[in-house]
């Protein structure tokens, strides 16, 4: 684990959800990191030796790492011999449509770095990227360095090394999976790769497995395609057996008992940066191709729409029950707001937007229970209101179960309410 390397500093640029944990891992191994962000508050609370985001034992790992000086935080780049690339790839209007890579904040870092990079340097990019991705990093990098040479003009020669190198983490498990998990490394020559390795080999006890940089990232977007593929087809069968008054759980179950069939299990949508995103990527890439993704994308883009239809019926349901009781008087109630259980993470998640589009349509109240975070974002409408479990299901008519968090599963249930479940786990 421990092979010979030559970086004394590395410099993270980006300290987000995978930014931060990888700083701290390789701080924990006594090697100076740098963390560079764009946000002052982030910047500030990990110079304290405190952390922005949730992530079970992260806190622990940074506190030790800033109090023994391996690892500070600033918002302007510094000299090191070695720069990972980790900032968001969201998408935009574009030529090929509303999801077309954006490429703007990969090329804002490489334009912040490009005047402390010097020879024999690493530029890593990590950011999960459409195919073509790292090679225009590097074209950012030379036009802004002219005097240094890169691997698209001089190959094995350069003197910068660059390679891609994709995350593949699950959040909530990030430590532990940072350092088992293999890494694909995607150098754009064999050098560059050999060096990527060197760096990754000082914490990953996973395999690096080499090839080009193009195939690296391709095998991301393909492993999350996949995924999302597999969650598509479990989701539109939800819909089918809703309609044909089956229990589509119960069926999971019985048809995952066959021993080449492995079902996923449906839910209200898709959500996070990584499965919500990356296949519009190869779409936007092959839009002639990709007809099967796009499909799946479309499946899971669609459900949380079906979801809120499904719970207007409810509401339909309790007010033919209860005919004394006005629309405006019925109360939903929302439990879990991330994309996936037991995170505070909120980005693509289906279950905000759900309640994000039912507080807009429904007329009354309506109460959200997420013990994952302590204040709801300032831009949803304000008939929305944040509560403990123990007054939602006290006050709301109508629950709805959105994300299947480790407090949910355990909770019993109230009687004479309207009950949708969209993960299952309530009998």
């Not at 410099?11 to 560079?36: C, D, E, H, N, W």
């Not at 003197?159 to 890494?183: F, K, M, S, T, Y």
Request: aromatic residues 6%; charged residues 20%; contains cysteine.
């Amino acid at each position: 684990m421990n092979t010979p390397h030559p970086y004394k500093t590395i410099s993270i640029i980006g300290l987000g959800y995978i930014g931060l944990p990888t700083a701290a891992v390789f701080a924990s191994r006594k090697i100076q990191v740098i963390g560079v962000d764009v946000n002052q508050q982030a910047v500030d609370t990990i110079n304290q030796g405190r952390i922005h985001i949730v992530e079970p034992d992260l806190d622990m790992v940074v506190q030790a790492a800033v109090t023994e000086g391996y690892l500070r935080a600033t918002t302007t780049p510094e000299p090191a011999e070695a720069f990972l690339i980790a900032v968001p790839t969201p998408f935009k209007d574009g030529p090929s449509g509303p999801h077309h890579p954006d490429l703007d904040y990969i090329e804002s870092a490489a334009k912040s770095i490009a005047p402390v990079i010097k020879k024999g340097d690493l530029v890593i990019l990590e950011s999960t990227s459409p195919v073509g991705a790292t090679e225009q990093m590097a074209a950012w990098l030379a036009e802004a360095r002219p005097d240094l040479t890169f691997p698209q003009t001089h190959g094995e020669d350069s003197d910068i090394r660059v390679a891609h190198c994709p995350e593949r983490v699950l959040p909530g498990h990030v430590l532990r999976e940072l350092v088992q998990n293999d890494r694909v490394i995607g150098g754009m020559t064999p050098k560059c790769s050999d060096a990527a390795v060197r760096l990754y080999k000082t914490f990953v006890l996973g395999q690096c497995v080499i090839t080009n940089a193009r195939t690296a990232e391709m095998c991301k977007l393909t492993e999350n395609s996949f995924r999302d593929v597999n969650i598509a087809f479990a989701n539109e069968l939800s819909m089918i057996c809703d309609k044909l008054n089956i229990n589509v759980w119960e069926l999971i179950k019985l048809a995952n008992r066959h021993p080449r069939v492995n079902i996923l299990q449906p839910g209200p949508g898709v959500g996070g940066h990584c499965i919500a995103v990356d296949p519009w990527f190869i779409v936007s890439a092959a839009p002639e191709e990709s007809k099967i993704i796009s499909t799946a994308r479309i499946v899971n883009t669609k459900k949380p729409d079906w979801v809120i239809a499904k719970i207007f019926e409810g509401v339909d349901s309790f007010l033919n029950e209860n005919p004394l009781i006005n629309n405006d008087e019925v109360i939903i109630g929302c439990l879990g707001l991330t994309f996936k259980p037991d995170i505070d993470d909120l980005r693509q998640s289906p279950a905000l937007e759900i309640t994000e589009k039912v507080a807009k349509k429904h007329r009354g109240k309506v109460l959200t229970a997420e013990p994952n975070i302590i204040k709801l974002p300032s831009n949803l409408p304000l008939n929305i209101s944040l509560n403990t479990i123990k007054e939602l299901l006290q006050r709301a008519h109508i629950l709805v179960l959105l994300v299947d968090h480790k407090e949910f599963k355990k909770m019993e249930l109230p009687k004479q309410k309207i009950i949708i479940d969209t993960r299952g786990i309530w009998k």
